[in-house]
């Protein structure tokens, strides 16, 4: 036996902290705008420690951290994200393209730490459990490992973007990503300039907050 026995005791999780629970949810942001001072290592090391505790498919784990720190990498990333950027802005029309023109899409100028996560594809724990017939369950748990991560760092006063404005192959091998992983998000990371209730989004009149009631339905 472990000189220590595990604690499975559940903890109580009263009133007080539900109540702030729903204010880390609430004021949970996709921040664009960053102080450029640097993260410590252990607290980025912390933060995607808390990540993996993330549930996934057949306990799977399949998600794949890549920290991103050398100068010809992140100007692959600079690029791929120019690029898309202007192909999505032809995509619209009239006030449209101008307010799109106008919104500020990702931090990529100034957060000091950036990290492309990726999905195994084809990892070998878990044993295939849970994902024969729906192989997007890996993806899906990799998006729980994000808001994770996400959530961990809002509540340690860290910023978290997510740029979605890329090119998944060309981030894969900037990145030397090995054949199988995918990518499913590129995130930027570091101190907040500002704190806002609102996601930006909302604020700058691009698309608001729908009430929770429009997305149930019974059968």
């Known amino acids: 036996m472990p000189d220590h026995p595990v604690e499975n005791r559940s903890p109580a999780f009263d009133p ?5 629970l729903t204010d880390l949810f609430r004021w949970r942001r996709d921040v664009r705008r960053f102080h450029a001072t640097p993260l410590d290592e252990a607290l980025v ?6 990540a993996c505790l993330a549930p996934s498919v057949g306990n799977s784990q399949p998600w794949r951290f ?3 720190k050398s100068a010809p990498a992140r100007a692959a990333v600079r690029a791929s994200f120019e690029r898309c950027n202007r192909r999505a802005l032809e995509s619209y029309e009239g006030e449209r ?3 799109y023109a106008t919104l500020k899409l990702s931090g990529l100028d100034r957060a000091p730490v950036q990290i492309a996560v990726f999905a195994d594809e084809n990892p070998a724990e878990g044993s295939g ?4 017939t729906m192989p997007e369950t890996l993806g899906y748990s ?3 490992a994000i808001h994770t991560f996400w959530i961990a760092a809002r509540a340690r006063g860290v910023g978290v973007g997510w740029v979605s404005m890329l090119d998944p192959d060309e981030i894969a091998r900037a990145l030397e ?10 995130l930027c990371v570091g101190w907040p300039e500002e704190d806002h209730l609102d996601p930006e989004l909302e604020r700058h009149g691009w698309q608001a907050r729908l009430d929770a009631g ?6």
Do not use: I, Q, T
């Not at 007080?16 to 702030?20: G, K, Y």
């Open 66 to 68: 890549v920290k991103v």
């Open 97 to 99: 393209a101008r307010l």
């Open 142 to 144: 990799v998006a729980m």
């Open 45 to 50: 090391d912390d933060l995607l420690s808390l």
């Open 177 to 186: 990503a090995p054949p199988g992983w995918r990518l499913v998000a590129y």
């Open 16 to 20: 007080p902290f539900r109540e702030r």
């Open 214 to 219: 429009w997305f149930v339905s019974e059968k």
């Open 129 to 132: 459990l849970g994902r024969a």
